[in-house]
């Protein structure tokens, strides 16, 4: 099997590693070396990048399958989740999954006049009754990749009037979602769609869900450069009005990545993920080893191996350490000789050691 993207990526380790971040493309680095030359020397670098936060939008949007005026550019998942816990009222209920990534979860809980409730994944559609008003979940899994049931749990919440916020940092690349299948989604770009750090997108309903922009600035104007002083008279039309002020040369890198993301396909991207983790988890079998989630994922946890990640870094090999697990994630710039490679170095640790 063939890495995807061609000369776009020459890592110099055994890199599978996605989870934490993802490689960015040559393209991406060049785009962004160029950008920041002409800033340097004093050039339109910055009318460039705000050409470049739009085409990064619209990627996303068709991406996700919605208009790109759905969507919303800034650079935290943090400060997203914290704008949809800032639109509920006092006392609503809060349903999330145990153990779900503290950017997604932990918005919530600083307002303490709401009342989250985490349930384990498995058990999250189950979970949804009357009085819920939202459930915040992540597509998958960051610490072990499971992946959530999201058609379940978006009837779950339908049918109790709860809305619904998926967090697709660790899914969107690899996994095809669509953002209509929930009322807010959140995508950080530094992982598997492979753009720099500071690159963050929103989704929202076309009358943007009840959100008020809390954090609005001048960006969220529907004419910025009229926007700078005072109030803002008038907030985009769009999403946009839920912009952060933009790390413009991270846009200018997250167009290119996208752009890549697209050509190549997110089923293709998926299914070469997927083979290369299952592989994995045959080899890991063999071994005597067991892995948290089950095949269809990209990313595969092995328990009680979280200790042997220095040991793998030493010997070239990057994966990381959640949950006292050892994490490994795969991703279109990795080959058969990846995987083989890191069972490799595993089978240096026998199971239960």
């Known amino acids: 099997m063939e890495p995807l993207g061609g000369a776009e990526f020459a890592p110099q380790t055994t890199y599978l590693n996605t989870s934490s971040t993802g490689l960015m493309p040559a393209r991406t680095v060049a785009a962004m070396k160029e950008a920041l030359d002409a800033a340097a020397g004093g050039g339109p670098a910055a009318d460039l990048a705000w050409e470049a936060v739009e085409e990064a939008r619209a990627a996303f949007a068709r991406l996700t399958g919605v208009p790109a005026r759905r969507v919303a550019a800034g ?15 006092s006392g609503a209920e809060v349903l999330v999954a145990e153990g779900d990534f503290s950017s997604l979860v932990n918005p ?21 009754r009357p009085g819920t008003a939202l459930v915040a979940v992540s597509a ?24 619904l916020l998926v967090d697709s940092s660790q899914g969107l690349g690899w ?56 109030p803002v008279e ?9 912009d952060q002020s933009p790390s413009l040369l991270s846009y200018v890198g997250a167009a290119r990545s996208l752009a890549l993301v697209e050509e190549l396909g997110t089923a293709a991207i998926g299914a070469h993920d997927r083979a290369l983790a299952d592989r ?26 979280g200790h042997a990640a220095p040991r793998l870094a030493e010997a070239g090999v990057s994966v990381s350490a959640r949950a006292g697990n050892l994490r490994a994630s795969f991703h279109l710039y ?3 000789a990846d995987v083989d490679r890191l069972l490799e170095v595993v089978a240096d640790f026998p199971a239960g050691a």
């Not at 610490?143 to 709860?162: E, F, K, S």
């Not at 009840?210 to 001048?218: I, K, R, S």
């Not at 907030?235 to 946009?240: E, V």
């Open 75 to 89: 650079g935290s998942v943090a400060v997203y989740a914290a704008l949809v816990a800032a639109s509920l009222p």
């Open 108 to 128: 919530f809980t600083m307002r303490r006049d709401l009342k989250p409730r985490a349930v384990p994944l498995e058990a999250l559609a189950d979970a949804v």
């Open 140 to 163: 998958v899994q960051s610490a072990d990749g499971r992946i959530a049931d999201l058609d379940a749990i978006r009837a779950a919440a339908r049918a109790h009037g709860a809305r």
């Open 175 to 230: 996994l095809p979602l669509n953002a209509d299948d929930a009322d807010y989604t959140v995508c950080v770009g530094f992982k598997w769609l492979l753009c720099p750090r500071g690159v963050t997108f929103l989704t929202v309903p076309e009358d943007f869900g009840g959100l008020t922009p809390v954090f609005a600035g001048w960006a969220a104007g529907e004419k910025p450069w009229d926007s700078c002083y005072g």
């Open 234 to 242: 008038e907030l985009a039309h769009s999403a946009r009005r839920f």
């Open 280 to 305: 994995f988890r045959a080899g890991l079998t063999a071994l005597g080893h067991r892995c948290v989630a089950a095949p269809g994922s990209a990313i595969v946890s092995v328990p009680e191996l």
């Open 334 to 336: 990795n080959t058969e």
